[in-house]
């Protein structure tokens, strides 16, 4: 059950980090340290959202398998423009430097960036209708993630760090949401696996 709830923290502590990265924007640039935020935050967050697959796989064995897929893929995405951020401020390229240097690479630049960016948000819907459907959770905490889903993208293409910082808090706030109830799951399966094991 350790791993368990360790995965529920997870689900904290990846989009706690990922929101401290707006903090760190430089005129709309993510910059070396919110850069780095973006890429890191996607490993506790992945590890979190692992053990929803585990949770999910029984009513949605197909839908849950696929989900997973496209959470790998929009991860992917995520840790591509954390480090585009981050050695754009290293190597002191500006955005329109940055962008002309990718239109040598117009098949590379489209996978990493075009198609993989928006399969998060993507996830997250797919997310919260296995959850609605599920009813593991409340129904506003589906609702906060489907909400944090639609503005993720928004947030980005604005630029704006306040815009994206107040995204990323309703982020947080969904999946704080979502880690109270699988922290919950973990301590019934805990309690459940103590009475067998005493009538065992």
Known sequence: MLISRLQALGLVVGPAIFALSPLFWNDGHYGVAG??????????????????????????????????????IGMFGTVAFGL??????VFGADNSSALAAFDGYPTVGTIMFLLAGPTFPFALMVFGAMLWRARTVPQTCVVAVLVAAVAFPIARVTREAPVAFIADLVMLAAFCGVAWYAWQRSSDAVGSTRIQSKHG
């Open 84 to 89: 585009q951020g981050f050695f754009e401020a």
């Open 35 to 72: 850069g780095m935020l973006i890429a890191v935050s996607t490993v506790p967050w992945v590890f979190g959202l692992l053990g929803e697959y585990e949770n999910l796989r029984k009513p949605f064995p197909v839908v849950s398998g696929l989900w997973v897929l496209l959470v790998l």
